[in-house]
């Protein structure tokens, strides 16, 4: 079952510029992951994010999360060529049973030089 | 250097076949995952395993079969059952603890056509 949606499905921006994506759920979660999937390759760990948490950083990722919203937002300050890439969230569920990742369909984010 | 391999790359599979994928990883990660991808769609979760000599259905697990002998590999087979297998397959893995919480490592996948 998919829980997480990407918006906006296709996003192309000029090299420098920021590049923001977002990420909505539907239920309650424990946490929220941001992946990044090169062309033909398999997903990279971006970070994670906790539900009791609002915002993170890492280099020139900003993540934030808004539960009340059932929502989560990736920012790439100052893109660059390589940031190219598909970028997926996948949320964790609340209970510890039967665990699984639920994937959103992904962002696909060209930067052109 | 840790990491997980998969193989083939590219893989052709004839009406009424079964083929197997392959999934080895040296990170000593406990659980590990099978995933399908298909153009402009997220994972779907097909088999997962804990440990060793267990593993659990995932959403879409028709037509697919899974082995955990060992700790570092977890085969994939897609059966002649299932009928539209041709997808961009991921196997996983993630560190043993709360496994909500434990970024996924993923291997490189395997492109599976129909002959």
């Known amino acids: 079952s998919q829980q997480g949606e990407e918006d906006p499905q296709a996003l192309s921006i000029q090299e420098g510029e920021n590049a923001t994506m977002n990420c909505s759920y539907k239920?309650?979660?424990?946490?929220l992951q941001w992946y990044r999937q090169n062309s033909g390759r398999g997903l990279v760990h971006l970070i994670l994010?906790?539900?009791n948490e609002r915002e993170k950083h890492s280099g020139r990722l900003r993540v934030t999360l808004d539960t009340s919203k059932k929502s989560s937002s990736l920012l790439i300050t100052a893109s660059r060529a390589a940031d190219t890439a598909s970028y997926f969230c996948a949320t964790g569920p609340l209970a510890d049973s039967n665990y699984q990742l639920i994937w959103g369909a992904g962002t696909k984010l060209i930067i052109k030089p | 250097d840790g990491g997980i391999t998969q193989s083939p790359k590219y893989l052709f599979r004839k009406e009424g076949q079964n083929v197997t994928l392959s999934c080895e990883q040296n990170?000593?990660?406990?659980?590990m995952y099978w995933y399908r991808q298909d153009p402009g769609q997220g994972l779907r979760l097909i088999y997962y395993?804990?440990?060793?000599?267990?593993?659990q259905k995932g959403d879409i697990a028709e037509g697919y079969s899974v082995s955990r002998e060992k700790k570092e590999s977890f085969p994939l087979t897609v059966t002649s059952a299932q009928k539209n297998p041709t997808a961009f397959y991921l196997c996983?893995?993630?560190?043993?603890?709360?496994?909500?919480?434990?970024?996924?490592?993923f291997g490189d996948g395997t492109r599976l056509s129909i002959l």
């Open positions: 996983a893995s993630s560190p043993s603890g709360d496994r909500r919480i434990q970024p996924q490592h």
């Open positions: 990170l000593n990660h406990d659980a």
């Open positions: 239920t309650s979660i424990n946490n």
């Open positions: 395993s804990q440990i060793v000599n267990d593993f």
């Open positions: 994010i906790r539900s």
